[in-house]
């Protein structure tokens, strides 16, 4: 079983993880002022909000060239948004998600990604 | 802080998670899957899992190995997709100063997305930091199942058809979207949200997806700031009431004051 690529696997965990320590692991991280904590307070939702919305609206091709894309896909994200805002449920918004996508992508409407 | 309020919210991450898991389950078998048809062996692709544990890096490098790119192309653009975990690590920091270093240093690793959305929202809830609720949202719902289904995926997974038959695509961008409405408090995390999405997919399209999804989490807060603190509008009130994350609703019981434009609220 080959084991060539362990290296790079640990290559890349050596420069993702100083991303995820050092906020963690400074001194005063916790003395920030006023502006700064409400800034990193926002962080959360605008951060998940464009992971969402890249990953639903965006197509990216084997040279990391994104192409805008409005697929099923879109009303599958929001329907599970919505779930969540309206019965508090990420559980149930996942599986009418998925759920939808999969019976459109069987009958025909929505085509594979 | 009483003790039926800290297990209420531990409950709610516990719900949560599970939903996590099942995206952090269906994504990590697709990993496994795209790293096998690379040619990568399980112990490669577990290892990368492991050690690196960043599903869109990981994707990413697979696109990269099968197209030739250098080590260092990879590890370099490795960096840069996961950029945007060094905002997580700071808006967790106020909340975990007290802990020891070394439990700090371990955490470290195991924030993700999914556990950054899952543990904020939770350390907001009950106002202060929680080491086992943080280790329920990035050990349960992310490291175990992303891990199991890595592995599952580059061993067994040329015997299945095609995960997204059943819409395993669709699970991650609907779980970042559903925990982002987790986190919107007021207007200000609503055009946050709403810009950084914008700004996101603006970027993506006019330079790169890893681009796009830094920038926009960058410039969403300013905008978010930019606004006037004005109230929490209805409807984003309700959501806040029905995730039990508004001030007045777990901390309502222990008396403290409700003022939701305070920069500081829910911090320890």
Sequence with gaps: MSTALIPLAFLMGLV???????????????????????????????VLAALAAVDTFVSVDAARHGTFHVGWEWLAVGLCIAIVAIRRNLFLGLIVAAGMIAILRAVGVASLP | MDAAALAASRRRVAIDALGIAVSAGGFGFVYGLAARSAGFSPLEAGAMSLLVFAGASQFAAVGYVLGGFSWLGVVILTAFINARHVLYGAALAPYLADKPRPLRAVMAHLLTDEAFALTIAHFRRIGRADVPGYWLAAIGSTFIPWNLATLLGVTVGGSIPDPSRFGLDVIFPAAMGGLAVGLIIGRRELVAALSGAVVGVAVSLAWDPAAGIVTGGLVGPLLGMAVGAGGVDEPSREALIAFGTERGGLMRQQGAPVDQDDPERGLP
Excluded: K
């Design chain 1, 16 to 46: 993702t993880y100083p991303w995820r320590a050092v906020p963690l692991l400074v001194p005063g991280m916790h003395r920030l002022p006023a502006q700064v904590q409400l800034y990193l307070r926002l962080v959360g939702p605008s």
